[in-house]
């Protein structure tokens, strides 16, 4: 009796063969020898994108504790749930650097030099709304540029950047709303401040 024969399109795979080359070279993990990427330039790349997270991290942080004004609480709240998606997405990339065999850099040392974004205080609340939607924005074209230098040569490293960008769009979109309400606030309050005065 003959083997059934795959029909045409269909996925036919020498498993015999990958079971082989999945038993060599196991100290390599998840890096198989069917990885296309160069993966010394995708740690350091994604290791930039780690130190861009912690950096927004940090500024959302800092915006959250130092935001004043009628508006503060509510635009204060948005700061904080921030920083804590980009402190998951830091880890999303930490890990991946790791199932890739490199070392996630959380040093301090030369932090703002490997983040794509600037970590900018902001004197006032839209100040500091305004900072954060630049960094978004830094965010949301330098991933594009690494999605598209991955491609198909790292399918799980580009995911990965593809859903972190994902919540930086939807991050700018929250700011870029933010500053239109809370502008539109100060600016009817500059208009009514001299009335009331007189």
């Known amino acids: ?37 160069d993966r010394e ?34 635009v204060a709240e948005e700061f904080l749930e921030h920083s804590k998606e980009e402190q998951e997405h830091a880890d999303q990339i930490a890990e991946r650097i790791t199932q ?15 983040s794509h974004s600037q970590y900018v205080e902001g004197t006032s609340l839209v100040a500091m709304i305004r900072e954060d939607l630049v960094a978004e924005r830094i965010a949301i074209e330098s991933y594009g540029e690494i999605i598209r230098y991955l491609g198909d040569t790292d399918p799980t490293s580009r995911r990965v950047m593809e ?15 933010l500053i239109q309400v809370v502008a539109e606030y100060e600016e009817k309050g500059k208009a009514s401040g001299p009335k009331a005065a007189a």
């Open 100 to 114: 890739l065999g490199g070392l996630p850099n959380f040093n301090p040392e030369g932090l703002s030099a490997r």
């Open 163 to 177: 859903s972190i960008l994902a919540k930086e769009e939807e991050h700018a979109d929250d700011m870029a709303k």
């Open 41 to 74: 330039t995708v740690i350091r790349v994604l290791n930039e994108a780690l130190a861009t997270e912690i950096v927004c991290v940090l500024r959302y942080k800092r915006h959250y504790y130092a935001a004043t004004g009628i508006h503060a609480q509510a």
């Open 1 to 37: 009796m003959s083997e059934p024969q795959p029909q045409k399109g269909s996925f036919v795979s020498d498993i015999e063969e990958i079971r082989r080359r999945a038993r060599q070279h196991i100290e390599n993990g998840a890096v198989t020898e069917n990885y296309r990427a």
